[in-house]
Structures are given as C-alpha cells and as structure tokens.
C-alpha cells in the first residue's frame, strides 16, 4: 500500500496543471491568458491594461507591430477562427482609465549597467532595469532612440509610447557614442542589443544560459540574435531575469523560458461561436470585445476539476488533493492535529473517472482508495462515514437475508444468479422475476444471495473486504465454480477485480442471449440511457441496454456523460454520510443533464434517482413489464424487510420441501406514523433499532420521563451509534413519538 | 421541547438536575452539564442539543 502511495506521488509529478495555454507559450512575452483573459471577459479593461502593460512594456508599439504568433496555435482555429488578440489587446488600451505607468518608490540600486544600442531591445531591458532603480547607461551609435522601429512606426506612435513609459524612470543616454570594444566600460553588467547586422563584439551565445554570452557579465539579445522586432523587445525585458541572477550569485545559467506546452484540448468539446470583426481600421466597441474574449477557451489541462465531481467540488487538482492526504495520513504532530483531507478522502465515488479523463492517467481515485485503507487501517478514520453499511453488509451476509443454493436434485451447476445486495432490497420482485426466467431457460441455476464486498471495500476496510472475497470463493467452488450471473455493475466490478478466476456474464446480456422480447408498451417516448459509472468499460452491456430499450419502443437520446464518461449517481464508494453536501450536489448534476425519463440498469441509480423525483426505470421493469407502476421507494428499514422476505419468498417458490425459515418475531410492536418514518429513513435510523432501544428501557427500567406529557425517553448504544426514543405505550404497543441518535458516546458510570 | 419541564428518573422518582457527564468521540473525551438523575445517573439529551452542538462537536473532531 506504501509502495502504491509512493508510485502516485511519482505520477503526480506528470500533472499537467501548471503548464501554459497554448497562446501563452507561443507568446514571445509570455502574456498569460489565465491572468488577461478573465479581466477582459468581466469588462475590466482597466485591470485587462495593466496585465498587458506589465507584460510587454511598450504596450502602444506592441499592438501595432505583434505577429500575433498565438493565433497559429489556438484552439479555436480548428473550430471557427482563433481569438483576436490584438484587437483585444487595442481594445483593452482604448477602453483603459488610465494608461500612464506606475511609480514605483525604491531605493536606488549601487549597481551599475550597460546597454549597449537604445533600439526596442535595448530600452526595453533599460525600462525594466530602471523602474528597479539600477544605474542604468545606454550607449546608442546613432543620434536617435528606436532604432529599426524607425522603419516599421510612424515616429509620433512609438516615441510617444517609449515617452510615457519612462515617464517614472531615469537613465542615462549616450546618443553618437559608438561603443568598439567591451574593456572600455566598467560596469557590473552589460546588455548588447546592437540589432541586425550589428556588432557582437566577438560574443558568442552560450548555451548554458538565456541570454548568456561566453564572457561572465555580458548579456545579449533582441535582433542582434536574429529575433523579429517584437521578440527583441520580450528579449529585453527578460534579459533582466539573467542580468539580476549574475548581479546576485554571479552565475551565467538563468533557465531559458519554455516556449512549448504539453496540455491538450479535445477540439470535439469545443462549441462553435462566431468570431466577431471590428471594421477595417478600427477597434473593437466595448460589445465586441466582450464577445470575442468570451470566445477564449483559457485553455489548460483542468480535464479533472472540470470532469471529476470530487475535483470540481472541492476545485483542487490532484497535486493538492496529493499533498493534503500526505499531511493527513502521515501528520506531522503526535495526535494527528492537520489533518485536514479526512472528509475529503471520504468523499471519492471511486467511479474510475479521473484516471479516465487524464492525459496522463493519473489514477487519484485509487490513490484516495489507498488512503482511505491507511486511515483505517490505524483507526484514524471516523467509523461513523461507513458503519451504516458495514451493518448493512453484515445483514445481507446474515442467516435472515443472505444464502447459496444449488437446486433441488443438482450437485453442481452452470450459472448462478448473483443479485447483489440492493436490487431486492428495493423490490423482492425483481430478483424472483429474474431468477424464475433463468430457472427456466436453465434449470441448474444457483443462486447467491450476499453482497461482493463492495462496502468494506470502499471502507477501505481490508480485513473485512478479504473475508467477504473468501467467503464469496468457498460458495462458489461448493456450487461447481459456475459462471455467474450479474444483475449489478458494481458487483461485476468487484469480481472482476478480486476474483478473476470466477467467469461472469450481466443477466441482461443473458436475457437478450437466451430470448426475452420486451413487449412494445410504448409509442416512441423519448428517454436517455444513463450508465451507470461502473459499466465505462462495459461497451457491450450498454450496447444490449440501448438494444432492449428500442426493442421495447423507446426513443433514444443520448447524455452528455454517457458511455466511456459514464459518471456516478453519487451511490459509488457511499460517500453520502461523510458528505451529505456533495451527495445532493452530484444527483442534482446527473438528474438535471436532460429532461428525459432515465433507463438505468443498477438498481442504486435508479433508486436514488427516483427519490430524487426524477422519472426513471431499471431495466428490469422494461424487460419484466413493471415500469408504469407507482410505488413508494422503500425505506431503509424495509429495504431490510425486503431482503428478508425476498429470501422467503426464494424458498417457497424454489426450494418448495424445504422447511421455511422461522420468522423472528419482535416483541415490540411499534407504531410510527408516516412522516416519522421518513424522517428515520433519511436519518439512516432503522425501525429495528428502536426496538432494541425500547425493549431495553422497559426490562431494565432505564428510561426518564416528562410528568406533564407522560412520554418516555431512553437511550442505548449500538455498536458505536447512541439513539434515543421518546415513546408512549399505547395497548402492548410503542406509539413512537421521535427518535435521534449521535456519534459521541456517553460516558457512563 | 422538553425545554423548562420537570423530567423524572423512571428507577429512582427523581427529578433529573444539570450535570457534568462526559463524553467520548474519535479519542477524544470532554464534559458538559446535561440533565442526569442525582442518584442512579441516567441522562437525558433533547434532539435540539444532539441535533445543534453535539452535531457540531462531531463533524469538528471528524475534520479535525
């Protein structure tokens, strides 16, 4: 488990999170779109000006002269036609309060430089030395500032734009002063920007450093290089980065900047959007400018956060997720203080989706998975997140609900049926249903009914999880190893991932094999099929769901989350206690991505769906012909219920001679009122709970009670939970009035 | 609900008055006064207490 954390901490170092969008690696000035883009899309050209001025410095000559290298690798090429940046840039200027540059208060530098040529280059690299307040000295040969600008600008642009930018600023110029060797100057560092076909004073780049020449303290760039003129002055900008790093250490290795990104955008995803034109000449109007910046995609790598509920609910990506478990599963005090990602840990589906998504596979789903078992496996988990269905696992395993059947006068066979947990939780039916047409297609069907150990698994509870497997092993070899039967995704899962060894085949895919026609009942109603999350690599079994829901007369319209991106109903991992909030957020999302009924074919959708007031249908009720019927959804008490008389009902029908089980009767009879018993069912409380707590407030005498009222109140513990029932005994019964219950426990003497 | 009411210990017929029980969560133990019978010691907690601070108290420890 150490071995698995370690390795996904390797791997989430090939985060693609931090890489630029494409614009801004193509950018010479590295202008970062995630920072521009967002002012401009609110209207704040004010704001979207200052990003622009303090990333290419002479902003007036820049939006006149750029060659707009982003537009060669937008995205949005593909689609329509790349954003116009340099219209917004314009834009951006027209629209800005205030265009003059910031004065900086600072104390004067004690370090001297040279630059030797005053063209955009080499003011540039003054500019942004000057505004740090170094001693700064331009050598220029000629007897004018700008060097080729003069050939590309009218003059009133570009000195008008240089003149406002050093407004602030002081340096000294030296016009006519032709500079022929470099031991004539005495400067801590020197900055050569001579232009094309200008003198190199011998220099040679070095490759070791940006900017760098081969003699320590010398710098060089812009056209004398070979760079265009805008990319001369983002030279001169950030030649300074290198010439601060040799003033402070006297190394020459400044990094050279990436110019390359690795994000990649699926342009599939990209809807189309008109681009928008100002008339020839002008600029944008404020309307067209907040267009055309919403057409920016601010691309980046955010597949996960924008795709994996848990990513976008929590809006960290899996570096951060990454470091957050670090610190909670190994803290760094003695009693565990900072360990801040427990609910977070708690709160992963385990849908497989992240990894899905990822351009790097980067799998956190099992990463939390991992953590979750570290957590509990030194008791630093909170029981309460997962003790509802560790009981509730104990049941379906239990002598009322669960068992392992071959039939009658077979000693071993070649299917078993293996409904999982819930799907007669919810209605006995539609395990009978499907157990008699297998029966008769293939009488030596067996049958288990147990749960594949989904819930300690998600847990994160390994020695539980182990003894399920085991337990599911042993039942399966005594039935003649057959092949079994699914009705739920989330149990295929399971096996396929802990008992390989055991062939499995979906009951759906059976049905349509050995021959079921779901008669038409419908006239082409419109409904969408919504795979459950545990089916993304099932592409057969949604192909046969889709087959039998047109067979059966529906209309099919797909959902965007669908197939491969199937995503989860919120059930997955039964992250509902430890995050209520995010559960009601994920149904919200998935009952709201069209207005269609649902076809489902896991029995947790559908039934979450349907408390949801979504209208939807397992598959079963298409196949068996059940789905206009309108019944409640049962409550976590009956869903018990159900599973204890699913399997009396089993018994009867298909072990006829063998004795029936004997029921256990309770000795208190409740009486609950409807509302009541919903507020117990949402507040995960079962009805046989209550029992318990009664019957020990009446044989022990433990209880208090209100004198005006008459009610009673008592308490007991149950495993780890404490509920409380206020009652009246009513006529041998128990008129439950209300019930609670908490997590601490009462000390008690 | 049960706010102001006399409430009496069914074993010992007396009237249940504040006082200092403790409690247990996650490890970590700490005391606040609840209504508890002076002689055998039964308690008595009204939903508004486990619903509103024990609650809180709990989802604390837990992000603790």
Not at chain 1, 308 to 324: A, F, H, Q, T
Not at chain 2, 13 to 35: A, C, M, N, Q, R
């Amino acid at each position: 488990m150490v071995l698995e954390m370690e390795k996904f901490k390797e791997k989430i170092k090939t985060c693609l999170q931090n890489e630029p969008a494409f614009c801004t690696a193509a950018c010479p000035f590295r202008l970062d779109i995630h920072d521009f883009m967002p002012k401009m899309q609110r209207g704040g050209f004010n704001a979207a000006y200052r990003t622009y001025l303090n990333t290419v410095g002479f902003p007036g000559i820049v939006s006149e002269l750029c060659h707009e290298p982003c537009k060669n690798v937008c995205p949005r090429r593909l689609k329509d036609e790349a954003i116009a940046m340099k219209h917004l840039e314009k834009a951006a200027i027209k629209y800005a309060r205030d265009l003059n540059p910031n004065s900086y208060n600072l104390p004067p530098k004690n370090k001297k430089i040279a630059i030797i040529g005053a063209g955009i280059s080499g003011l540039g690299c003054a500019l942004r030395l000057a505004s740090k307040k170094y001693n700064v000295t331009v050598f220029e040969r000629t007897d004018r500032i700008g060097g080729h600008l003069w050939d590309v600008l009218p003059p009133e642009v570009f000195l008008a734009d240089i003149e406002r930018q050093f407004m602030h600023e002081k340096y000294t110029l030296n016009l006519n002063t032709e500079i022929t060797s470099l031991d004539e100057l005495d400067f801590d560092a020197i900055y050569v920007a001579t232009g094309k076909g200008g003198t190199d004073f011998g220099l040679k780049p070095d490759p070791e450093g940006a900017f760098a020449s081969d003699k320590p303290g010398v710098f060089m760039g812009g056209e004398l290089c070979g760079r265009n003129i805008i990319e001369a002055l983002a030279d001169g900008l950030q030649a300074i980065n290198a010439i601060e790093r040799y003033i402070k250490t006297g190394n020459m290795n400044q990094p050279k900047a990436k110019d390359k990104t690795e994000i990649l955008i699926n342009t599939d995803l990209i809807s189309y959007m008109k681009p928008v034109l100002p008339d020839e000449g002008e600029v944008f109007t404020q309307e067209n400018a907040l267009y055309e910046a919403k057409r920016c995609l601010r691309c980046s790598c955010d597949a996960c956060v924008r795709h994996c509920d848990l990513m976008s609910y929590y809006g960290k990506y899996p570096k951060r997720i990454g470091e957050e478990v670090e610190i909670t599963v190994n803290p760094g005090t003695l009693d565990g203080n900072g360990t801040v990602a427990t609910r977070l840990i708690s709160t992963c589906n385990q849908c497989g989706l992240c990894k899905g998504i990822c351009p790097q596979e980067i799998d956190t789903g099992d990463f939390l998975l991992q953590s979750h078992r570290a957590m509990r496996g030194k008791g630093a988990m909170p029981w309460a997140f997962h003790d509802f269905w560790l009981r509730d696992m104990e049941f379906t395993n239990s002598e009322a609900a669960g068992m392992c059947k071959l039939p009658k006068g077979f000693d071993k066979s070649r299917y078993v049926f293996f409904p999982g947990c819930q799907l007669g939780a919810s209605d006995p039916w539609y395990v009978i249903e499907s157990y008699r047409f297998l029966r008769e297609k293939t009488p030596d069907t067996a049958l288990i009914l147990g749960c594949c150990g989904a819930p300690a698994e998600w847990a994160g509870d390994e020695q539980l999880h182990e003894a399920a497997v085991a337990k599911l092993r042993e039942d399966w070899i005594s039935l003649g190893k057959p092949i079994a039967v699914f009705a739920c995704p989330t149990c295929r899962q399971m096996f396929r991932k802990y008992l390989p060894e055991i062939e499995g085949i979906f009951l759906y895919n059976l049905i349509s094999e050995l021959g079921i026609k779901p008669s038409p009942r419908v006239n082409g109603d419109t409904v969408s099929v919504f795979d459950p999350c545990t089916t993304r690599e099932e592409p057969e079994l949604q192909h046969v769901i889709r087959e039998i829901a047109e067979k059966a007369g529906f209309n099919l319209e797909p959902l965007p989350y669908e197939g491969k991106y199937a995503k989860c109903c919120s059930w997955g991992g039964q992250v509902s206690i430890a995050n209520p909030s995010f559960t009601r957020e994920v149904v919200k999302a998935r009952i709201s991505q069209n207005s269609n009924p649902y076809i489902t074919y896991c029995i947790n959708c559908r039934d979450i769906f349907d408390a949801a007031k979504k209208p939807v249908y397992h598959i079963l009720d298409i196949i068996f012909g059940s789905h206009d019927k309108d019944q409640m959804l049962p409550t976590i008490t009956q869903r018990r219920s159900n599973r204890i008389n699913l399997k009396h009902k089993l018994l009867s029908e298909f072990w006829r001679d063998e004795a029936i089980m004997e029921q256990k009767e309770s000795r208190i009879k409740l009486l609950i009122t409807p509302e009541l018993r919903q507020k117990l069912h949402k507040e995960m409380i079962l009805e046989t709970d209550i029992e318990t707590v009664i019957e020990h407030c009446e044989s022990t005498g433990r209880k208090v009670q209100i004198p005006e009222s008459g009610h009673f109140f008592g308490h007991l513990q149950i495993g780890n939970m404490t509920y409380w029932v206020e009652y009246l005994p009513e006529d041998g019964k128990f008129n439950l009035i209300n019930a609670y219950c908490h997590r601490m426990s009462i000390e008690e003497a | 609900m049960a706010d102001n009411k006399v409430i009496i210990c069914c074993k010992c017929k007396k009237e249940l008055i504040p006082k200092k029980v403790y409690f247990k969560y996650l490890g970590h133990s700490f005391f606040t006064d609840i209504l508890k019978c002076p002689d055998c010691g039964e308690v008595f907690i009204p939903e508004e207490l486990v619903k509103g601070r024990m609650a809180e108290v709990e989802m604390q420890l837990e992000d603790k």
